[in-house]
């Protein structure tokens, strides 16, 4: 039985890839805060459940260096906010995304690699945001940013060791989280989807999973314009 502990397994894309490889006969450790989710998604047999605080490098450490052999780990867990004026820059929301989404991966691997067997893969949930600026997304986008470089870097340095590092970029997804938002979101696809096709790429060792493939290459494209360019054009849809 291959082992794969997931973080942010209480909702959305870690609740379904949790539940997606348990039912494929993986033994899943599935991570987060809220005790009614974990209780519910334990009553798998092939779901153990670990109730912690990944923001909290002590509890983190805690419950996460002391798992049997892992073939993969998924630092899936994250949050989104938004910043609706930079004139009136909200340090502590940002601290607060940066917190969340970057420096609990780092408790995470700190706890994890150790455990992570040659021949496993790491992955880390991004998003295609991190592929151009876009507006109200400092905090969320720039939190991004730092994942797709930590993940770049350790694929890297990882290598020698013959662990794999995927970085997953999806593009819009309904979830909990996106549901929130207040905008439009085009090509937005199901969870069910997007558990199918990160474990898809997985399997096949893919260093970079992004989709839907329509929208992330659109995307990809308009970061690789030049930045006055973008700026423009994303400055003309804001007037819109």
């Known amino acids: 039985m291959k082992r794969v502990v997931i973080t942010g397994a209480t909702s959305g894309i870690g609740k379904q890839l949790a539940q997606d490889y348990a039912n494929q006969g993986w033994q899943v450790f599935a991570c987060g805060r809220n005790a009614t989710a974990l209780e ?6 092939n779901i153990s459940t670990r109730q912690f605080d990944l923001t909290d490098a002590e509890q983190t450490q805690a419950q996460l260096s002391n798992l049997p052999g892992l073939d993969l780990a998924i630092l899936n867990a994250g949050s989104c906010e938004y910043i609706d004026d930079a004139q009136q820059f909200d340090g502590a929301l940002l601290a607060r995304v940066m917190t969340t989404n970057v420096l609990s991966v780092g408790y995470c691997l700190q706890a994890l690699l150790p455990q992570l067997q040659p021949g496993s893969r790491l992955a880390l949930m991004g998003s295609i945001a991190s592929a151009l600026p ?4 400092e905090a969320y986008g720039a939190s991004k940013a730092a994942i797709a470089y930590l993940a770049r870097t350790l694929a890297i340095d990882l290598a020698p060791s013959n662990i794999g590092v995927s970085l997953i970029t999806p593009g819009f997804v309904r979830t909990p989280l996106t549901d929130k938002n207040q905008f439009a979101m085009p090509m937005r696809i199901e969870v069910a989807d997007a558990s199918r096709r990160i474990i898809r790429d997985l399997a096949k060792g893919k260093a970079q ?15 690789a314009l030049p930045q006055s360019l973008w700026q423009t054009m994303a400055l003309k849809g804001l007037k819109q």
Do not use: Y
Request: glycine fraction near 8%; avoid cysteine; aromatic fraction near 12%.
């Open 40 to 45: 519910a998604l334990g009553r798998h047999s």
């Open 209 to 223: 999973i992004h989709f839907p493939k329509r929208f992330t290459l659109l995307l990809k494209l308009f970061g």
């Open 134 to 137: 876009l507006p109200r997304a």
